[in-house]
């Protein structure tokens, strides 16, 4: 099995979702399914079927979540410098359209576009690994490609 690269942080994220689940969420939905159980026929129970769905639901993301972090790589990104790779908070501006964007790369399992959290497999990442300050990564996009100036590229 392949090891999966994750930040301390997303380590700790994925951590504590796996934690709630086991002690809130799926004792909750536990008691729910008994609830249900309780009002008659289960055939016809539309809570009952709504409560088992969302107990598969809890244990399928259980099951992932203990697989992900039975294989974390976990990177200490603090103690990391130099050129773009995992870990890497980077700063870019599009040439074209001057807007800026920062984003850190990070392994597939924690990886948010929407809070900057950017996939170290998607083409934006692999156009930036190994470039510095300064340099400007071509990006191959579905609309053509991009170029990127790297303004900044930090470890935090």
Do not use: W
Request: with cysteine; hydrophobic share 35%; glycine share 8%.
């Amino acid at each position: 099995m392949d090891k999966i690269p994750l930040t301390k942080p997303g380590f700790a994220k994925l951590d504590a979702e796996l934690k709630k689940l086991k002690s809130q969420d799926r004792p909750a939905v536990i008691r729910a399914i008994a609830e249900a159980r309780e009002h008659g026929d289960l055939s016809e129970n539309a809570e009952y079927h709504a409560a088992r769905e969302q107990q598969s639901h809890i244990e399928g993301r259980v099951k992932e979540l203990e697989s992900i972090i039975g294989r974390a790589d976990v990177i200490d990104t603090s103690r990391m410098s130099g050129s773009v790779k995992f870990g890497a908070t980077v700063t870019l501006v599009d040439c074209d359209t001057d807007v800026e964007k920062t984003y850190q790369l990070v392994g597939e399992a924690e990886a948010d576009i929407e809070a900057g959290l950017l996939n170290i497999k998607s083409p934006i990442a692999r156009a930036l690994i190994g470039k510095e300050e300064g340099d400007v990564a071509e990006v191959k996009t579905p609309g053509g490609v991009k170029d990127y100036e790297i303004l900044s590229v930090k470890y935090i």
